[in-house]
Every structure is written in structure tokens, then in C-alpha cells.
């Protein structure tokens, strides 16, 4: 069954410093998406991306927080100037259409940690 | 904006016994319901959807979960549980309002240990 696949598996950081997530969804989905989970906290969702824009994004996704889809098959998420706060595990997920219409495939995530 | 309330913090079974999970949601308008489950070590997984249609929903390796407008619930049910069942479970929901397509509110989580 394909699946979504996210490098690394675990970050560490500095505080203040740049970090970029990746991520390569399902090859024929076209929505995508990221979550993040604070530990001990609730999957909270970030930003969603369709059509090459942003369609959707929390009030987490701060001017630090920004995605990008380079090529045809990866999805990122750039942290610019990371905080304390920001360590989590950032989910990735895709869908073939909207929520509407088919569910979410999540990545195993990747645990970031600010230090 | 809707919110997903997980009852259970943790719940501890014995192998065969039943199971059955809480979830409660605030949303007025229509919903979509899910939940997910994470293995340890894995990604999320779906377990069971609810769109429309039959309340009564089933999913893989033998849950269920009933929608029951009234009460804002979709609790989850297996009659009985097996070892390889323990698991992070996760209650979400999306507002089909026709606006907010795109994101996913869950719950808490359940943590659900089974003993052998």
C-alpha cells in the first residue's frame, strides 16, 4: 500500500535556527497537508496545500511557518526561526480529494526537537 | 469552530473483553467523522469514516463506531479486544460546512492497553 514518507524521522535544533521538514506524499493524491502533536497535547492541524497554494492554515502557521512544494513529489515545511515551543512531532498527510470526499494518509512523522 | 472531547485518557483491558470509546464533538452543521489509530512506533491510521448514510459504521480488524446526531457522539466499539489492539486512538472531526474542506480537529487521544 504506498504511503507517505517523512525525513527525518528526528530533528534537533538550536533555538533561532532554520529547519525544513520533508515530506513525500502519495504519488496520485493531490491535497496535502501538515499536523503537529506537542507531546502529551492534541493533533493540531497547521496548513493545508492544494493546487500549488495554501488553502487552509491554523493560527500556529505564524509568519516563521512556511510550505512549499519544489518539485512533483515533495511537500516541506520550513520552520525559520524555531522556539522552545516548537517542538513536536510534525505529521504530514495527503488525500486524494478533500476531507469531503476521502480520508487523511499520515507520514510516521517527525520529531522535532529545540534545544 | 468545532472541538472533539476524547473522555478517556487511558483505558486497560484484559484480552476479550469489550471496548468501547468515547468521543463527543461541538459543531452545529454537518460533520465528518473519524477515527484514527496509532500503533506504537507507526503513523496514524484510519480506522473507520463516517460521510453520511448508515450511523452505524465499520472499519477495519472488527471496530465499529455509532454517529448519534443528538448526542454530538461517535463512539467506538469492539466486542472484544485483542493484545495487538493496544494503541493511541483518535477521535476527528471536519465541519462539512462548505467552507473549511481542509482541516482535521481531533480529539485528545485514548490510549488503550490490553493485557494478555
Known amino acids: 500500500e504506498p504511503e507517505v514518507t517523512q525525513t527525518p524521522s528526528h530533528q534537533v535544533t538550536q533555538m533561532g535556527q532554520e529547519v525544513i521538514l520533508r515530506c513525500v506524499p502519495i504519488?496520485?493524491?493531490?491535497?496535502f497537508y501538515w499536523y503537529r502533536q506537542i507531546l502529551g497535547q492534541k493533533v493540531e492541524f497547521l496548513v493545508s496545500?492544494?493546487?500549488?497554494?495554501?488553502?487552509?492554515k491554523s493560527e500556529i502557521f505564524d509568519d516563521q511557518f512556511s510550505v512549499e512544494r519544489p518539485d512533483g513529489s515533495n511537500f516541506t515545511l520550513k520552520i525559520r526561526s524555531t522556539k522552545l515551543e516548537d517542538s513536536a512531532m510534525y505529521f504530514c498527510?495527503?488525500?486524494?480529494?478533500?476531507?469531503?470526499?476521502?480520508?487523511?494518509?499520515f507520514g510516521n512523522g517527525t520529531r522535532l526537537t529545540v534545544t | 469552530a468545532q472541538s472533539v472531547s476524547q473522555h478517556n485518557h487511558h483505558v486497560i483491558l484484559s484480552e476479550a473483553a469489550s471496548l468501547e470509546l468515547g468521543c463527543n464533538y461541538s459543531?452545529?452543521?454537518?460533520?465528518?467523522l473519524f477515527w484514527y489509530v496509532q500503533y506504537p512506533g507507526q503513523h496514524l491510521q484510519l480506522l473507520l469514516k463516517?460521510?453520511?448514510?448508515?450511523?452505524l459504521v465499520k472499519g477495519i480488524k472488527g471496530f465499529e463506531a455509532e454517529f448519534i446526531k443528538s448526542k454530538f457522539s461517535f463512539n467506538l466499539r469492539k466486542p472484544s479486544v485483542q493484545w495487538s489492539d493496544t494503541a493511541e486512538y483518535f477521535c476527528a472531526v471536519n465541519a462539512n460546512s462548505g467552507g473549511s474542506n481542509y482541516k482535521l480537529t481531533f480529539g485528545k487521544g485514548t490510549l488503550l492497553t490490553v493485557n494478555p
Open positions: 463516517y460521510f453520511s448514510g448508515d450511523p
Open positions: 498527510a495527503s488525500s486524494e480529494q478533500g476531507i469531503d470526499y476521502s480520508p487523511l494518509h
Open positions: 459543531y452545529g452543521g454537518t460533520v465528518n
Open positions: 496545500f492544494y493546487n500549488n497554494e495554501i488553502s487552509e
Open positions: 504519488s496520485n493524491h493531490l491535497y
